[in-house]
């Protein structure tokens, strides 16, 4: 087999298992089978760029930046639909219509309303071409190098499709995916996201596709457009989406009557929290497209179309009483302890309150009666309080200004919506939920240990801090509660062994305020190791791509701190990897140290990502915007006017791609 076949076998390859896993829900080969395949496929595009494909099923890992979306016009306008609520309004739609129509026989499409973010994705010639967000229905911006990388979107069309179209779905991010990440930020020491919807529209807009790429999105198709498509009805047009590759839920319904569409209606109100995904109602269109055309539009909406909203779900209980969490990073949590009441399909004990801003804000006291709703968000909210039921002796909340676990004394900085417990030493809660961190599987993967075995251990003294770890012996363990002599060997064979853990993830576990665990990479990657990183100034680290001024501050902050500069130099002692390990540092050389590049525009030999590596690789530091602190701005096609003037006036020397390799070996 000649290179372009073989690598032209394995996209095909590639494709198909993309679409039995994530459209089809039915993979038929191990996730590692898969990584091997696409790891064979990236070496040989690697070494053969001729054979480069803007399709390739390597483009999902993302890479590629985006700096300004361009905006552009839509083809064919994206309407928004109109809104019922009910039974009566669903009548005096079909009586709008049948006026219009003149009383013919009328089936009925009936879909889920999937709540996320709307989208537009061009196919030309079977290839995804353009993705644009709805923007304001005439114009939107073009997102396609993030859509590129939600696997469940076909870059290559599989049947036979007509050669020019576009479909329209929602970007939504499913309920599980969204819990995974916010655990993720949570044991991050970051708020965690709100609701799905804002999440999954906000990561069409991110930079990196990259962080586009991790985010479990996924997207649900419900419409064509275009010309002499060779479809006659919605239902057939669902049919079609799903035999060309896209991924179009199997509920739709073809309905004969608006009775069998309020069945439908009525079914999925009372079911739609089974579902893996948030909707906010039914879609319900006529299901001719001939009628459709003779129906028309609004000015904003078609007239064959409806909406039928689900009642946002409310329960109304009684507020008994506000408590306050403390988390590892010392962030404090108002939560509202809930008289038990049965919302959306489960009981719920416990609201955010979010911060003391949110409990003013509503004036929300204990013993009040309060309306929790369950709109998109995960946790429930509290709407609002009924003041005709609040008690007469009621009082308003006062914040607390202790810590509720060891009485320091709360902190609240300008531009913080939290309050913080300063006492990052003495406050048992940070402790342990510190130590819970750099044992969790993403950071030292400690087996053998969990959340309540740290605790154990530090109420009886054994550790204060992550680096005691190290101390613990069988002898000390095996005494506890619930241990044994096997399970207190494999505590601490556990521990022992996370001395393999590579640098990027012991950085991720030390748990410094906002270093999750790309952070943690980026920063491993251009430092190489914990002493040049401990030697950075705020100024430098802001320096590296993807580093803001709020991580820079925390990182120098931390390796200020005398305490925390033993505790690393114990985990050195104890044989803690410190360093990026020699595989990663092979190719590696200092030719570049101490110098900055930016990196803008489009390459010819080389992808802008496999540039920056090779300025990481070699000492170098990669910047996000020119300043006086770069040395060179390397410059590809179509690089930003902007970048050229600033770089221009500050007198960096802009450099050429060719200029670049020969800097390098
Ligand atoms: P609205 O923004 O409330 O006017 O609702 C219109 C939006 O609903 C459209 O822009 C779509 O993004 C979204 N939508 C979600 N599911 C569907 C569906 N099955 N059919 C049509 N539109 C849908
Ligand atoms: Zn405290």
Not at 187 to 206: I, Q, V, W
Not at 288 to 298: F, P, V
Request: with cysteine; glycine share 6%.
């Amino acid at each position: 087999m000649d290179t372009k076949t073989q690598i032209e076998t394995l996209r095909q390859e590639l494709r198909e298992h993309n679409h039995n896993y994530y459209v089809l829900d039915r993979p038929v080969i191990s996730d590692y089978e898969f990584d091997m395949k696409l790891k064979e496929l990236q070496a040989l595009e690697e070494k053969y760029p001729e054979f480069h494909d803007p399709n390739s099923p390597t483009i999902r890992v993302g890479g590629a930046i985006t700096k300004n979306f361009e905006t552009v016009v839509h083809e064919h306008r994206m309407y928004s639909l109109d809104n019922s609520y009910s039974k009566d309004d669903l009548a005096d739609w079909e009586k709008r219509i049948q006026r219009i129509l003149g009383d013919v026989p009328l089936e009925f499409t009936c879909e889920l309303k999937y709540d996320g973010a709307s989208i537009s994705l061009s196919y030309l010639d079977g290839k995804l071409d353009r993705a644009v967000t709805r923007g304001d229905g005439f114009q939107g911006d073009k997102v396609t190098t993030n859509i590129k990388t939600i696997k469940s979107i076909p870059l290559q069309l599989r049947g036979n499709y007509p050669s020019k179209f576009d479909i329209r779905g929602e970007i939504i991010l499913p309920l599980e995916g969204f819990a995974q990440m916010n655990a993720q930020r949570v044991a991050d020491g970051e708020d965690p996201y709100m609701n799905p919807r804002n999440t999954a529209s906000g990561s069409l807009k991110l930079q990196d596709s990259a962080l586009v790429a991790e985010r479990p999105l996924d997207c649900l198709l419900y419409g064509i457009v275009g010309k002499d498509l060779g479809i006659s009805s919605q239902y057939q047009m669902l049919e079609k989406a799903r035999e060309w590759g896209f991924k179009v839920p199997t509920i739709a319904k073809l309905c004969q009557s608006t009775e069998e569409v309020m069945e439908f209606v009525d079914h999925w109100d009372r079911h739609r929290h089974e579902l893996p995904y948030e909707t906010d109602g039914v879609v319900i269109k006529v299901n001719s497209l001939r009628y459709q055309d003779e129906l028309g539009y609004t000015a904003k909406s078609p007239r064959w179309a409806l909406a039928y909203k689900f009642k946002a779900e409310q329960a109304v209980t009684v507020l008994n009483k506000i408590t306050y969490q403390v988390g590892r990073t010392g962030a404090i949590t108002p939560v509202a302890n809930l008289e038990p009441v049965l919302l959306a399909g489960t009981t719920v004990k416990r609201a955010s309150l979010h911060n003391a801003d949110q409990i003013a804000k509503l004036d929300i006291r204990e013993g009040d009666t309060v309306y929790v709703e369950k709109g998109g968000e995960i946790i429930p909210k509290i709407m609002g309080v009924n003041l005709a039921k609040r008690p007469k002796d009621s009082t308003p909340t006062v914040y607390i200004t202790h810590c509720p676990e060891c009485d320091t004394p709360l902190l609240r900085t300008e531009g913080d919506a939290k309050h913080y417990c300063t006492n990052y030493y003495g406050c048992p809660t940070q402790i342990t939920g510190r130590i819970q961190h750099y044992i969790s599987r993403k950071a030292m993967d400690i087996e053998g240990m969990g959340s309540e075995t740290v605790e154990l251990l530090f109420k009886e003294g054994l550790i204060e801090n992550y680096a005691d770890l190290y101390t613990l012996t069988k002898e000390q363990v095996m005494p506890l509660e619930r241990m044994a002599e096997k399970s207190a060997e494999n505590l601490v064979n556990g521990v022992a062994k996370s001395v393999e853990i590579p640098f990027e993830r012991v950085l991720f576990a030390l748990g410094i305020r906002f270093v999750g665990e790309t952070v943690a990479k980026k920063l491993a990657r251009a430092y190489k190791n914990i002493d040049a990183l401990m030697a950075a100034s705020e100024e430098e680290l802001t320096a590296v791509d993807e580093i803001g001024e709020r991580i820079a501050k925390s990182v120098v902050e931390f390796f200020q701190d005398e305490r925390n500069l033993l505790i690393v130099e114990r985990l050195k002692g104890y044989g803690v990897q410190f360093e990026l390990s020699a595989d990663k540092l092979l190719n590696q050389t200092e030719l570049l140290k101490g110098q900055t590049f930016v990196v803008s525009g489009v390459f010819a030999q080389l992808s802008r990502n496999e540039l920056k590596k090779m300025i990481e690789d070699n000492g170098g530091k990669v910047g996000s915007s020119v300043s006086s602190k770069t040395n060179y701005l390397v410059a590809g096609d179509n690089m930003g006017p902007s970048k050229r003037s600033k770089a221009e006036n500050l007198g960096v020397p802009i450099i050429s791609e060719a200029d670049f390799l020969n800097m390098v070996p």
